[in-house]
């Protein structure tokens, strides 16, 4: 069974830093990129960041350039992005997912996506 568990959202004030966690099994986690999705209220699900362990690559969002950094231990199948500088419209429920290995390097959208996790929610006061 695949599972996506995200972990380490919260409540936190403008300017401060979150580090989310992303725990996959049930796949092949070296083949596939994986990924960090947002969805505010109202709004579509963007893709915020991606890596991938084939194509040597990683993706951010524009938004978030600068800000937030994803990096992945392989060896425990765990994903991570930690999100500095943080602002009120970064407020977003966040889901971690598997992207198709066929879109390997080519960036970081939801319709590329096989498997998503269940969620968690990041709130940014002002």
């Known amino acids: 069974e695949v599972q996506l568990v995200e972990s380490g959202g919260g409540l936190v004030q403008a300017g401060g830093s979150l580090r989310l966690s992303c725990a996959a099994s049930?796949?092949?986690?070296?083949?596939?990129?994986i990924g960090w999705f947002r969805q505010a209220p109202g709004k579509e699900r963007e893709g915020v960041s991606c890596i991938s362990s084939v194509a040597k690559s990683t993706y951010y969002a524009d938004s978030v350039k600068g800000r937030f950094t994803i990096s992945s231990d392989n060896a425990k199948n765990t994903v991570y992005l930690q999100m500095n500088s943080l602002k009120p419209e970064d407020t977003a429920v966040y889901y971690c997912?598997?992207?198709?290995?066929?879109?390997?390097?080519?960036?970081?959208?939801?319709?590329?996506?096989?498997?998503w996790g269940q969620g968690t929610q990041v709130t940014v006061s002002s």
């Open positions: 049930g796949f092949t986690f070296d083949d596939y990129t």
């Open positions: 997912a598997a992207v198709d290995p066929f879109f390997a390097g080519y960036g970081c959208s939801a319709v590329m996506v096989n498997y």
